[in-house]
Structure formats: structure tokens, C-alpha cells
């Protein structure tokens, strides 16, 4: 696996652990958003939200790739992820804003506390984590009420194709009966991905697809404030 530098690569796509009170802040969750709903978190990474949200009642399905593995090898996937991603924050400290988790440490435990959730979770309910790949969902037409994606989808523009967007994007309208919310709109060096946004939106409107964007608290990269919300199709 490749580990960061003082470069702006971050390497392989990086595997996250967050937690419900990250999630939270990122999509404004409230608990009506969640209690008694149907939601995706996709990709669901290492992130302990599957576990945390059920707790409130929402029944959540987590998709991503990596649920093929082994769960023993994915715990200690989980920890390794969070060390690496908090080892390339901290070592670019200042392209982030350091409100929520004070400086890096507070961060990688907040991490990794989040890993070790979402290992006993994936043991103790495994039906909730869903090993699948965009731009290709194993569900049906409006399977959810809401489909919640971070660090994904722009985050990866240097690999990761307009056309891949658009068709990420319209698979979560597909499965998705209400909203669909993205976030950052900025890449993992904090370059903001406006032109590809406004090429998505132009494109979704013209499917059928209303769109707006709509600010959130949460801020790690220096302006990064903004979701892509993708409102139900109206074909």
C-alpha cells in the first residue's frame, strides 16, 4: 500500500472511518432524516454511521467494494486506513481547517474509534454492509429514502472521469426515492471541481433531475461548504 509524502498524492483511494457525529455535520442530518428511513451510505468505507444511525431506528444499507473481503481482514484494514489518512493530514495541516477535531491526533482518534464501531457492526450484522461498486448497484428502483455519499465523487477527479460522475449520479437517482447529498465538491487537495459540477447539474436537469446546492456547517478543506443535493427524478 502506498503511504503519503510531503506531495499532493494521496495515493490509493483511501478508506475512511467516520462517525455518525461527522456525518451529521457534513449532510446536516437531523434525526427525522434518519429515524424510521430507508439510507445508503455509499461508499460506506470503514465509516461506524451503518451502526450508529440504526440505533436511531433509520435501516441502513452500506455499499462498497471492499465488503467482499474477509471481516477480520477489513478491521484491520479499518485501522491501518485511519493511520494513513490522518498521517496525509497531518503532514498538510494547513489545507484543512481544524474546528472539528482540534489538530490530528483528536482526528485519528475520532478515526479510529469510528473503525472499531464499524468492526463490530460489520461482525454482529454483516447484512447491512453490501459489497458493490459504482456506477452499478445491486438494488432496486427507489430501494431508499435518502442515499448520503462523501469523499468519493469529486474528491477523486484526477481519476475518476465526468462520464463515471454521470453515471454514479444517476444510479443514485435511480435507487433512491428522495435525496440524494454529496459531499465535498472539492478534490483531496482542496481544488475546488466547480466546472464539473456545473457540467453534472446541466446534464442531470436535462434527465429529469432538479439539483441544488446547499450549504452545510461542516468545513475540513478551506471552503468546502456545499453539497450537491439530487432531488427525486421527475420523469
Known sequence: MKHPTETDALGEFLISARSLAEYRAIFELT???????????CPGG??????EAAALGARVTAADPIYARPAAELRELARSETERGSAYAGAHQGRYRWDFYDDPDHLQAVRLSAATRFGTDLTAHPDRYVAAQLPALPFHDNSFDLTLSSHLLFTYADRLDADFHLAALLEFSRVTHGETRLYP??????????????????ELHDKGIPTTLRPTHYEFHHG????????????
Open 31 to 41: 434525526d427525522t432524516d434518519l429515524r424510521g428511513r430507508r439510507v445508503l451510505d
Open 185 to 202: 465538491l472539492v478534490d483531496h487537495t482542496g481544488r475546488h471541481q466547480d466546472d464539473l459540477v456545473a457540467h453534472l447539474r446541466n
Open 46 to 51: 470503514a465509516a461506524s454511521f451503518a451502526a
Open 224 to 235: 468546502a461548504t456545499t453539497m450537491l443535493v439530487l432531488q427525486p427524478n421527475q420523469n
